[in-house]
């Protein structure tokens, strides 16, 4: 059993398969508990992040960033958006193994971060008895209201952003395209186009046109 004072890993993992997510990794049992969190993380403890919890994966899975084929389970391009440490909170004191099984069955999870990107206090909380969650952050000297999946958009582990992974790693054209609209700023540039569209196109209209309208 894992002692209070064991380092546990956890990772995020950008990733873009069908759809955008971030894979959100536990250590526990010699396994990664993991969550599915289609926003991501929120440093904001007014903001409260749907998980979805998915299968355990393997530990060794915590080293991969790269693409994964079209055709494979999970398709698309994955980047290692944090890594570090984490440790269960009980009784207000770290906790052990047996901490996190009770928590997991009660569905409130108590934990800390200590990673490049999320440090601090968190919990994952069971909305609906099944595998539906929500991980929002406590109150501490690491919370922020700004948005750190765009603010720090980049992998801790090569510095790339989803496109240069993608590109590095051979990925198809559609998952090029994917990864590409998966990176902050690719995604504010095609918001910023699509509002401008119908201004641009009100002031293309002849003055025929218009009159007549």
């Given at each position: ?32 508990l ?6 991501g ?7 409260k992040?749907l998980?979805?919890?998915t ?17 494979e389970?999970?398709?698309g391009?994955?980047?290692?958006w ?14 052990d193994?047996a ?7 009660k ?5 800390v ?9 968190w919990?994952?909380?069971r ?8 991980l929002?952050?406590?109150?501490d ?24 992974i ?5 990925a ?31 002031r ?10």
């Amino acid at each position: 059993e894992r002692a209070a004072d064991h380092p546990r890993e956890f990772v995020v993992q950008k990733h873009r398969a069908s759809q955008l997510h971030y894979d959100f990794r536990l250590e526990h049992h010699g396994v990664m508990l993991s969550w599915a969190v289609p926003k991501g993380p929120s440093l904001d403890p007014a903001v409260k992040r749907l998980a979805m919890e998915t299968e355990p994966h393997p530990l060794d899975y915590n080293q991969f960033e790269g693409v994964i084929p079209e055709g494979e389970y999970g398709g698309g391009t994955v980047m290692i958006w944090d890594r570090g440490v984490w440790a269960p909170v009980a009784d207000n004191k770290l906790g052990d193994d047996a901490d996190v099984d009770r928590q997991l069955a009660k569905g409130e999870l108590k934990f800390v971060l200590l990673g490049k990107k999320l440090a601090g206090s968190w919990t994952l909380v069971r909305t609906r008895g099944g595998r539906q969650w929500l991980l929002i952050k406590h109150r501490d000297e690491h919370v922020s209201t700004d948005d750190v999946t765009v603010a720090n958009p980049r992998s801790v582990v090569s510095g790339r952003t989803m496109a240069a992974i993608a590109r590095v790693a051979g990925a198809s054209e559609r998952q090029l395209a994917r990864a590409a609209g998966a990176d902050p700023a690719t995604t504010e540039a095609r918001a910023a186009k699509a509002a401008s569209r119908p201004a641009a196109r009100a002031r293309s209209r002849s003055p025929r046109r218009a009159a007549g309208s």
